[in-house]
Structures are given as C-alpha cells and as structure tokens.
C-alpha cells in the first residue's frame, strides 16, 4: 500500500490561491494519497457490511471559479457514483480530516433512511462513541459532538433528514491536523478502521441489510 500518512503539505494545499493552481496542487500532492486509502478500505468495508463497495475519489470537475475548501475519497455500492446512496468518506480540511458514514442531499431514499434510523435511535445513542461527531452539511467544517446528544435531539436531526430536501446526516470522527500528522500511517489506518467499524452498523440500517 502506497500510503505514509499525510504531511503539513497536504493540508496547506487549501491555502493555495487560485482554482487551478490548488486543483494541480491537490491532483499531485493528496489525490493519490486518496486512492491508496481507497483501495486499502473497499474490501474492509465490504467485510464490515456485506455489501460491494467501489471507490470514489472527489474530481471537483464542476468547479470553475472556486477552488475546493476539501477533498475526499468515499466508497458506495455503484460503480458510477455514491452521491445518491448510503456512503463512507475519508477526507481533509486545512484544519483536520474527517471519516465519516453519509447521507447527503441527493440520496433519494432519505426518507426511507429516515424511518428505519429513527426505530434504531435508542441504540445509536448507546452504540455510538461518545467523542464521534454528526454533520447536517458535508460542505461545511462544523460537526455536532455525539457525547451530549440526547435521544431527542438524534431524533430531531434524523426527522430533518426526512422532511428537508437539502437535508443531510453524517457520523463519524474528525482528527486536528497536527494530530493527524503526528500519528503517521499506522496510527491513523487503525484509527480510520475503528471508525469505521462504529459506523458500519449504521449504514446497514440505511441500506436496508439485515
């Protein structure tokens, strides 16, 4: 595996001025960094939920003034896209990286999601580690700490997930970017598989696996 952790490099990536020049930047410095994590996790992923998993590095190819604030690699069962599915991610900010289980605003089964995540509430307040975090907004840095959620404040964010079409639910962990460097490659694969492995059970319930 073609991963050594990630450098102070990689994270001033998002300090760079200007579309092109943070996009090539990116491209030479974290992108391939991405695919190893990539291809290292799909086949834990898959053990962990029993579903196929295909490997999605983030291209920005929409992008033509801004030029991206992070980046990301995610891992969905459709070899064409995750957007509109269940999700895992691994990705950096310039300030720290994120692993997160997704529902974003394009999945058109949030609804559906939504009930099944409500009945297993109780349970994802229990399971759930105490230092995770949930987003609303995968596009913005801000997270919601786990540790003092309350059953109904999980349930408010899950009904929101429900009745907003831009609505968005994710959970998982986020690592400061010294941290992160000061962990090295082993510290942080070990790290990114107990994430994980706390998260699987909850894509299982939104993908509907039993």
Not at 4 to 28: S, Y
Not at 44 to 61: N, Q, S, W
Not at 84 to 106: C, D, K, R, S
Request: aromatic share 10%; hydrophobic share 40%.
């Amino acid at each position: 595996m073609d991963f050594h952790g990630f450098t102070q490099e990689d994270f001033d990536v998002f300090l760079i001025e200007g579309l092109e020049e943070r996009m090539d930047a990116l491209k030479c410095t974290i992108r391939p960094k991405l695919e190893s994590l990539g291809e290292y996790y799909a086949p834990l992923l898959e053990a962990a939920t029993g579903d196929e998993m295909f490997v999605h590095v983030a291209k920005h190819a929409r992008r033509t003034v801004n030029p991206p604030k992070d980046t990301w690699v995610a891992f969905a069962n459709n070899p064409r896209g995750y957007k509109m599915l269940p999700h895992f991610q691994i990705g950096l900010w310039n300030t720290h990286l994120f692993i997160w289980f997704a529902v974003i605003y394009e999945a058109p089964q949030k609804q559906e999601i939504g009930k099944r995540l409500t009945k297993k509430a109780a349970s994802i307040c229990k399971e759930i580690p105490k230092d995770f975090v949930w987003s609303v907004d995968h596009t913005k840095p801000e997270t919601i700490p786990h540790g003092p959620l309350k059953k109904n404040e999980l349930l408010a964010l899950i009904d929101r997930l429900q009745t907003i079409k831009k609505a968005e639910l994710l959970c998982g962990y986020t690592i400061d970017r010294e941290q992160v460097i000061q962990m090295g490659r082993e510290g942080l694969l070990q790290q990114i598989n107990e994430v994980f492995s706390k998260v699987a059970p909850l894509y299982k319930v939104a993908a509907n696996i039993k």
